[in-house]
């Protein structure tokens, strides 16, 4: 059974920093794309942050130049360096990955059960 399991996540001051990590366990063929997402009361999921196998990128708007992205294909571990936090970063943010488990039926998508940042003003 293939999981995703984040840490990292907690309380910050604004211009703080925090980082994530998100690790794929099981029987896992291969990882495609893995990133990370976040969801704040009342809003729609939104991308944060994705990263190719290849180490290729693309950032939301609003965390270009804060947040950095990056992965370890040897782990299947994705980390979320965010810096110069805001209070509007204050989200559960979830681990996202598209992976080909070894005994399934091709690349499907997998989520991790969230963890909560929180930027104090």
């Known amino acids: 059974q293939v999981q995703l399991v984040e840490s990292g996540g907690g309380l910050v001051q604004a211009g703080g920093s925090l980082r994530l990590s998100c690790a794929a366990s099981?029987?896992?063929?291969?990882?495609?794309?893995m990133g990370w997402y976040r969801q704040a009361p009342g809003n729609q999921r939104e991308l944060v942050a994705i990263?190719?196998?290849?180490?290729?990128?693309n950032y939301a708007d609003s965390v270009k130049g804060r947040f950095t992205i990056s992965r370890d294909n040897a782990k299947n571990t994705v980390y979320l360096q965010m810096n110069s936090l805001k209070p509007e970063d204050t989200s559960v943010y979830f681990c996202?990955?598209?992976?080909?488990?070894?005994?399934?039926?091709?690349?499907?998508?997998?989520w991790g059960q969230g963890t909560q940042v929180t930027v104090s003003s």
């Open positions: 990263i190719t196998t290849g180490g290729s990128t």
């Open positions: 099981g029987s896992i063929l291969s990882i495609n794309v």
């Open positions: 996202n990955a598209v992976l080909a488990p070894r005994y399934g039926t091709g690349y499907q998508t997998y």
